[in-house]
């Protein structure tokens, strides 16, 4: 449990900062900044999924604790989710600049080579 307290307040940290960075580069109609912030969510994907596992490995060695688990897991999912909408703002900060939408992919998203 001692993990799941560390990284989940690490893991909404990172995405309050994207959300600060992408409201600064929003205001300042900046779209260099809007494009470095999806590295960031590189990372809160890496949390989202290493919390899961953790909240998974609690949830079965405590199963009457199953009710607590599954709000730890709304967390976790909700504060990734946030991160995923951040990167929403910084495309459309790019498409305000450039003109153009695209979307931004984290390495998760990334289409495979063909």
Not at 8 to 28: G, W
Not at 52 to 61: D, F, M, N, P, R
Not at 71 to 87: C, G, Y
Not at 96 to 111: F, M, N, Q, T, W
Request: glycine share 2%.
């Amino acid at each position: 449990m001692s993990a799941i307290s560390e990284n989940l307040p690490h893991m909404a940290r990172l995405t309050q900062d994207m959300l600060d960075r992408s409201m600064i580069a929003f205001a300042e109609k900046n779209a260099t900044l809007a494009r470095t912030i999806p590295a960031t969510d590189n990372l809160v994907d890496d949390l989202f999924n290493r919390l899961y596992v953790q909240i998974v490995e609690y949830a079965s060695g405590h199963p009457d604790n199953i009710s607590h688990a599954n709000q730890l897991e709304w967390v976790v999912h909700n504060v990734e989710r946030s991160a995923d909408r951040v990167i929403n703002i910084c495309e459309w900060v790019i498409y305000i600049v450039a003109g153009e939408y695209r979307e931004l992919d984290s390495e998760y998203e990334k289409s495979p080579v063909q």
